[in-house]
Nanobody, 121 residues
Framework: QVQLVESGGGLVQPGGSLRLSCVAS????????MAWYRQAPGKQRELVAV???????NYADSVKGRFSISRDRAKNTVYLQMNSVQPEDTAVYYC???????????????WGEGTQVTVSS
């Protein structure tokens, strides 16, 4: 069984910072790209940031220059450092990982249950 568990969400004031973490645990052969998505009320889930197995990163235009994604491969953990947050960043943030359970099983998407981030004064 594979689990992705997010942490670090909460209430933060506009202009503040927050750091999200996501740990992948269970039995698997390899973890490739990891990413953060978010879904605001009444909106579709959108990609926030992604980091490849080789460490390349990409960001949604709305968060470029404010958010930073990183990973610790040894700990199977991905982070999202959120700076200068704004009310429009309010959403449930989901961790995504593309991983292989074994060499005999193709890569698949796994998701965490999400962590709420609320930006409000």
């Amino acid at each position: 069984q594979v689990q992705l568990v997010e942490s670090g969400g909460g209430l933060v004031q506009p202009g503040g910072s927050l750091r999200l973490s996501c740990v992948a645990s269970g039995s698997f052969f390899s973890v490739n790209a990891m990413a953060w998505y978010r879904q605001a009320p009444g909106k579709q889930r959108e990609l926030v940031a992604v980091i490849t197995g080789g460490g390349l990163t990409n960001y949604a235009d709305s968060v470029k220059g404010r958010f930073s994604i990183s990973r610790d491969r040894a700990k199977n953990t991905v982070y999202l450092q959120m700076n200068s947050v704004q009310p429009e960043d309010t959403a449930v943030y989901y961790c995504n990982a593309k991983l292989r359970r074994s060499t005999l099983i193709a890569e698949a998407d796994y998701w965490g249950e999400g962590t709420q981030v609320t930006v409000s004064s």
